[in-house]
């Protein structure tokens, strides 16, 4: 299962290195965060949108201007604020000099788009949002129109500030293909960010990036075909399925993963077997995805969210008690 025309070797071997090789110039640029990288990836060859969490300082949007840099692709940044309209985000009709109207885009009119503490726009907001993410268009006045092809939504949160926040509806979240959490680096990648300041690293500046494109937008589009030819055996389809349903049963959980995560984790399965050098999907893939997939798409039971207990804590014991295929 899983694409129609099996991929050659030849093709499996040069996507995968063509996804190491973004995945190194990333690594040249953001230090000590070697998983949230890979999960960047494989979301955007995935064709999907990324929900990044960690505290101010932990290069978040320092990461998507440095993907857009070795993909060639078009970034803009958008400051969620309480007093964002929807309309400052989609773009508004104006009025011109012969009495008709032109549309004049909004910054979701890019290829990869940061939406910077998404948790501080009001919920008419993260509405106008939410059509973006799922259909790729806006509707304006009522007339659609089509975003990128390439159009993806980087979204950050501060999970230490709750004033001034709203809390992300599930249907938005659910939107995200996956959830990354940004700790801090350990000691020796610190020191080497250091050392690349010293070096004359500004993250302000793109230019002091020292990264090299190595894909333009039909390279990506080519990236993602060959992802979805990736072969997934049944008895991993019925494991996939196991994991997600099994999240509305657990008594940990109030909340269980939709089948919009079911096939979020199958998506990014097949992602991962491609950047390693694979054309079929192994237990392992799903293993090490389905925590980031499913973290942002399960509730706690209160009196257990009280004792601590967190939702990734809650899925190990998930992923321990279900057998994965030999």
């Not at 979204?155 to 249907?171: D, K, S, W």
């Amino acid at each position: 299962m899983g694409g129609t025309t099996p991929l050659t070797p030849e093709e499996v071997q040069r996507h995968a290195d063509l996804a190491r090789q973004l995945l190194d110039q990333l690594g040249r640029v953001i230090l000590g965060q070697e998983a949230v990288l890979r999960e960047a990836v494989l979301a955007l060859v995935a064709r999907g949108h990324v929900l990044f969490e960690g505290a101010p300082g932990t290069a978040k949007t320092l990461l998507v201007r440095a993907l857009c840099q070795a993909i060639g692709l078009e970034f803009r940044r958008i400051q969620f604020t309480p007093d964002l309209m929807p309309s400052d985000i989609t773009g508004v009709n104006l009025l011109t000099g012969a009495g008709g109207f032109t549309f004049r885009p909004g910054p979701l009119f890019a290829d990869l788009v940061l939406g910077d503490e998404i948790n501080r726009a009001p919920a008419k907001t993260q509405a106008a949002l939410l059509e973006a993410m799922q259909e790729r268009n806006v509707t304006v006045d009522g007339t659609s129109h089509a975003l990128s092809d390439s159009f993806t939504v980087f979204a950050t949160q501060n999970p230490i500030e709750f004033e001034g926040t709203y809390p992300l509806p599930e249907a938005e979240l659910d939107r995200f293909i996956i959830k990354s959490l940004l700790g801090y680096p350990d000691a020796a990648a610190e020191q080497a960010v250091l050392h690349r300041v010293l070096g004359g690293f500004e993250a302000a500046e793109p230019a002091s990036y020292g990264v090299s494109q190595v894909l333009d937008a039909a390279g990506l589009a080519a990236l993602r075909g060959a992802a979805r030819r990736v072969r997934v055996e049944p008895s991993l389809v019925g494991y996939i399925t196991a994991l997600v349903r099994a999240t509305r049963e657990a008594p940990a959980l109030t909340l269980g993963a939709s089948p919009r995560a079911s096939v979020a984790l199958l998506k990014l399965s097949q992602a991962a077997a491609l950047l390693d050098g694979r054309d079929y999907v192994v237990p392992d893939d799903v293993k090490s995805l389905a925590t980031p997939v499913l973290r942002h798409r399960v509730a706690v039971a209160p009196e257990l969210e009280l004792e601590g207990v967190t939702p990734d804590q809650a899925l190990r014991t998930i992923l321990e008690r279900i057998e994965a295929p030999r």
